[in-house]
């Protein structure tokens, strides 16, 4: 491989990194206004990923335009690193999230949520007091519940409504509790709940109180972020063989420039 052909190389496998790291920040800004600031846990690691492999392609353009193999390494090592901890990470993300799925309700569109069919990091960050009262804070804030109302009108719209996780297990009681629904947002206490779940007992009607101490609340949000997680972790999948490629290339050329200098 002759020096020019090893810089356009090189040069334009910085030029595909920096898109690639344009792409990863995108996803970020996208993820930040996609949801709510409670929700977008994985907005800041997402943006930082991108900001450093775009520092990256910028040390391995450098290193290509001036033909200086010392950034060339730094460029190769800092890629190499990227690369070890997207693939940790994605490893952790599908361990930790390989467990939980909702349960079918006959009659209810939606599934419900058991906190105990999840993981035991799940269970840690959700059970955590102060976590939790952070989380909770966000849910009032949200409205997702009272906003309910607005979106399905009658009861008969509600009942055949596909609820998200987090309005499943926060907005409502079980459905083993039996509580008639008066409208999305309202449940007839009066009745005797059916099930000895403690969940029935802390569901409230009010706004700032409803499901949010339940179980059945966490196990919702647990859901939302196992969904978020899959989501990051089979983006990295994609962007750890398109690295790995480009890393690839980047040795080659690497190592054909260096040769070409030690002639030189």
Known sequence: MGIGTS??????????????????IIFGVWMSTHHDSCRRSLTLPVLGLGAVIFLVSIIGFLGALKRNSIL?????????????????????AFIITNNGSGHSVPGLR????QLQDYSSWFLKQLNNTKNWNRLKNCLVKTEDCNNLPK????????????LTAIEAGCCRP??????????ASYYDLSFHPISSDKDCKLYKNSRATKCYNCD????????????????????NVILFVVLSMIYFV??????????SQSKA
């Open 7 to 24: 810089n356009f190389i090189i040069r334009w496998i910085n030029f595909l990194t920096m898109l690639l790291a344009i792409a990863v």
């Open 72 to 92: 060339l390494w730094i460029y190769l090592i800092m890629l190499c690193i990227i690369l070890v901890a997207i693939l940790v990470f994605t490893v952790l």
């Open 110 to 113: 939606y599934k419900e949520y």
């Open 151 to 162: 979106k399905y009108k009658t009861i008969k719209q509600y009942k055949s409504a596909k």
């Open 174 to 183: 079980p459905s083993q509790c039996g509580y008639p629904a008066v409208n």
């Open 216 to 235: 059945s609340c966490k196990a919702g949000v647990a859901q939302y972020m196992k969904t978020e997680w899959r989501v990051v972790a089979i983006f």
């Open 250 to 259: 980047g040795c080659c050329a690497r190592r054909s420039a260096a040769r």
